[in-house]
C-alpha cells in the first residue's frame, strides 16, 4: 500500500522558516517526479513546486520563487520543502505528491497533509 507521510508543519511567525518533509512508502517513487501543492481555507488546492526524479529540474509557483526549495533523496525515499521568509499568506494546508501535473492539481499520489500556520 502506498503511503505519502508529510511532516514538519506547524506555527511560524513571519518571516520564519519551516522544513516540509515527505516519505513515501510502500514502494519507491526514485523514478518519479514529486511535488508539493497547498490549499487555503476556502480555496482550491494549487501547486507549488515540483521537482524531477533525479532532481536536476526543479519548478515553483511564483507565490514562492526565490523563497521556497524543494529538493528529494531518492535513499530515503522522501522529498523536501524548505520554506524560508514565511508569509500569512502562504497559511495552507502543505500535500506532498507523485507525478504532479504541472498546470493543474492533478497528481497520481496524495499525502495527508500538514498544516503550516504563518502568524503576523
Known amino acids: 500500500q502506498v503511503q505519502l507521510v508529510e511532516s514538519g508543519g506547524g506555527l511560524v511567525q513571519a518571516g520564519g522558516s519551516l522544513r516540509l518533509s515527505c516519505a513515501a512508502s510502500?514502494?519507491?517513487?526514485?523514478?518519479?517526479?514529486m511535488g508539493w501543492f497547498r490549499q487555503a481555507p476556502g480555496k482550491e488546492r494549487v501547486f507549488v513546486a515540483a521537482?524531477?526524479?533525479?532532481?536536476?529540474?526543479?519548478d515553483y509557483a511564483d507565490s514562492v520563487k526565490g523563497r521556497f526549495t524543494i529538493s528529494r533523496d531518492n535513499a530515503k525515499n522522501t522529498v523536501y520543502l524548505q520554506m524560508n521568509s514565511l508569509k500569512p499568506e502562504d497559511t495552507a494546508v502543505y500535500y506532498c505528491a507523485v507525478d504532479p501535473i504541472l498546470g493543474s492539481s492533478s497528481a497520481s499520489y496524495w499525502g495527508q497533509g500538514t498544516l503550516v500556520t504563518v502568524s503576523s
Open positions: 521537482i524531477s526524479w533525479t532532481g536536476g529540474s526543479t
Open positions: 510502500g514502494r519507491t517513487f526514485s523514478r518519479n517526479p
